[in-house]
């Protein structure tokens, strides 16, 4: 919230926003383009507002994942509506050191957050699915593979084993 509040730097903050809430990894997210489709789902566009979705390739897996896109990604995209190639024209700052690390180094300062690597974003978003979500599912929401990763989200608190101790049969 802080950072949605105080950044001044609208890009970099719809980077945050975007990575937050699509828990994709940053070069995903610089590869995110208009035009682009996913093959593996009959073709739709990555940004698929049709649908809601959008068609994220990891570079990881080497595989198309599809998912929901939340409400917060969508106004931010028809804020700037349709653009002609990438969603983040500036992808190629990167690297640059006085491009995507600096402006996100400000961004945390201005918000007065403790200063966050841009992959501390996909962690939240699989913090925040494991708060919900079964070790299957966080596993197909977030793309892993390995059980293993995923369990280190799946997290179960006092009242829930409380409840499911009694809820066994007497």
């Known amino acids: 919230k802080a950072i949605e509040e105080k950044c001044t730097d609208e890009h970099i903050k719809f ?29 739709r566009p990555m940004i698929d507002f049709e649908n809601d979705e959008l068609n994220i390739f990891m570079f990881k897996t080497q595989e198309w994942i599809t998912k929901p ?20 024209e500036w ?22 957050v403790t200063y966050k690597n841009r992959h501390a974003c996909r962690h939240t978003h699989a913090s ?5 979500a079964s070790l299957q599912s966080l596993m197909t929401a ?7 990763v995923a369990l280190g989200y799946v997290k179960t608190d006092r009242d829930e084993v409380k409840q499911m101790i009694n809820g066994l049969p007497e």
């Open 15 to 43: 980077l945050f926003i975007f990575l937050i809430y699509s828990g994709c990894r940053i070069s995903e997210a610089l590869n995110m383009n208009w035009n682009e489709t996913n093959p593996e789902n009959d073709d």
């Open 91 to 112: 992808n190629h700052l990167h690297d640059n050191p006085s491009g995507i690390p600096t402006r996100w180094w400000s961004m945390c300062q201005q918000a007065g």
């Open 128 to 132: 925040w699915l494991g708060k919900k």
């Open 69 to 88: 896109m939340h409400k917060k990604i969508r106004e931010y995209l028809e804020r700037i509506n349709y653009r002609e190639e990438k969603l983040f």
């Open 142 to 148: 977030v793309g892993w593979k390995s059980a293993k």
